[in-house]
């Protein structure tokens, strides 16, 4: 089969080339893949910036993926030939808190992924794509619409009337406001772009934030909530900007920390953590159980994930490189 193929680090050794098609043993699925997504995860596992060491080479990348079942292995029930499924990063997180071996079990690293004709899903993994949504669409669920919604509805318990803060305009951004919205909250956004933040308040967003315009935007912030902060905050940007996050988070509320844009670590300033008596949980996407509700929950509100381009199977590093330039929503491949 064609996959593109990661030799070593950086994006010019992600080369297309031929593997043997995989064979499902009991109780795999083999995939014939539609379409894949690219997450921030699938940039920093090129860069060698993610968890570096458990990334085995050569490596077929990308961990979100939407396709048709053509093989069921021996045993297999949940899912026949002609069903149409979706990855699961953490493939053996099923269910309740993860296990401690979690990352070693997660498709693009070290797990081969979806960037290829086809790939193996263990059944158990597997989740039903939404019969509403083409592939390019399904494609883009598995990390960024999971992880919103884990963060908003399993750790933030968001309820009607709350106020939630989301960072940035990338694929988890647009999806938690989207969420967000429709479970009943008031989304404030921050973007370095006004039309970003423009764009945010057509799916929802009440309000936004220049962080450009104002580098102390959680002041911004605390002039929009009347001084008390948003009840839950979305932080994809990680680095030192956690204490601008405390302080724009209400006394005794909740940061699902979720991304490193722009940095791994932090200088964490503890008083003002201690004083607002903040909550920080990291967010490393969900269980499957999870996707399965969150699936319901979209059809529902008839939400829709927000695609800014769809590029060819051959032109993957052009998907990278515009992934890397910043997107409002998704960057996809068709592969199918």
Known sequence: MKAWLLNDFGLDNLVPGEVDTPVPKPG????????VSLNFR?????????EPHRVPKPLI??????????AVGEGGSRFGVGDRVNSHLYSRWLDGLPGPDEPDFCFGSPLPGGLAEYMIIHEDSAVAAPDNMSDEEAATLPIAALTAWYALVDFGRVEAGQTVLVQGSG????????I???LGANVIVTSSQDANVAALKEIGAVAGVNYRTHPEWAEEVLKL???????LLL???GGDGINQSIAATKVGGRIAQIGFLTGQTSSLNLMPLIFRQTTIRGIAVAPRSSFDRMNTFLNEHKIRPVIEHVYPFDQARQAYEHLARGAFGKVVIKVG
């Open 171 to 178: 694929g988890v951004s647009v999806f938690a406001a989207q």
């Open 235 to 237: 932080d994809v940007a």
């Open 61 to 70: 990348p990308v961990s979100d993926a939407a396709g048709t079942v053509v």
């Open 225 to 231: 909530t009347d001084g008390k902060g948003v009840d």
């Open 180 to 182: 967000a919205t429709a």
């Open 42 to 50: 699938d940039k920093a596992i090129v860069d060698g910036i993610y």
């Open 28 to 35: 795999e699925l083999l995939v014939k893949v539609g379409a």
